[in-house]
């Protein structure tokens, strides 16, 4: 059965530093997203992309986030300068033309140190 | 704007007892409600969906939830718990914000406990 994958399943980094995040979505979905989930707090909506750009963008997504799909696989969040307050686990989403459902890769740890 | 609201951070249940995860959503427009399950470690699985066809949803693992527009509630029950069943629930709302967008916007989530 076709998954989203997402690499690194854990990233450690210092603050200050640029971080990217890989997301493979499954390859016929059209639609893909980002959330966030800090430890003990909601699944937060952070960005939606479509054709090669961004659909929608939360108040999180600030100009420190970017997105991009530089190929026609793999889907990236990009964190320029990581604060400690980002740390947290990312989770990538794509979903298919049509349909209404999310599938969900199993995120991607991020600890700022 | 919508919002949900999961009632009950923690639930424990006895093995082959009535499982009731409770959520009830504030949405302007009509809504897709969703619930996700989340294993130790793993991503968000979903569950079940309502799309406004049938009320009564079935989900897999034997889970289902009931969409009440007079309550806005979209509890999920499952008639048997199995100790399998012990992880975190999420429900979920969804609407067209705009250009297809459907983004999700998620309760706090419920941690499920089964007992032997």
């Known amino acids: 059965e076709p998954e989203v994958t997402q690499t690194p399943s854990h990233q450690v980094t210092q603050m200050g530093q640029e971080v990217i995040l890989r997301c493979v979505p499954i390859?016929?979905?059209?639609?893909f997203y980002w959330y966030r989930q800090i430890l003990g707090q909601k699944v937060e909506f952070l960005v939606s992309?479509?054709?090669?750009?961004?659909?929608?963008k939360s108040e999180i997504f600030d100009d420190q986030f970017s997105v991009e799909r530089p190929d026609g696989s793999n889907f990236t969040l990009k964190i320029r300068s990581t604060k400690l307050e980002d740390s947290a686990m990312y989770f990538c989403?794509?979903?298919?033309?049509?349909?209404?459902?999310?599938?969900f890769g199993p995120g991607t740890r991020l600890t700022v140190t | 704007a919508q919002s949900v609201t999961q009632l009950g951070s923690h639930v424990s249940v006895s093995e082959g007892a009535l499982v009731l995860l409770r959520c009830n959503y504030s949405?302007?427009?009509?809504?897709?409600l969703f619930w996700y399950v989340q294993y130790p470690n793993q991503g968000l699985q979903l569950l079940l969906k309502?799309?406004?066809?049938?009320?009564l949803v079935k989900g897999i693992n034997g889970f289902e939830a009931e969409f009440k527009k007079s309550e806005t509630s979209f509890h999920l029950t499952k008639p048997s718990a199995h100790m399998s069943d012990a992880a975190e629930y999420f429900c979920?709302?969804?609407?067209?914000?705009?250009?297809?967008?459907?983004?999700?916007?998620f309760g706090k989530g419920t941690l499920l406990t089964v007992n032997p």
């Open positions: 390859s016929n979905h059209l639609y």
């Open positions: 309502y799309t406004s066809a049938a009320t």
């Open positions: 992309f479509y054709n090669n750009e961004i659909s929608e």
């Open positions: 989403a794509s979903r298919p033309m049509g349909g209404l459902e999310q599938y």
């Open positions: 949405s302007s427009v009509p809504p897709y």
């Open positions: 979920a709302v969804s609407r067209n914000s705009g250009g297809s967008n459907y983004k999700l916007t």
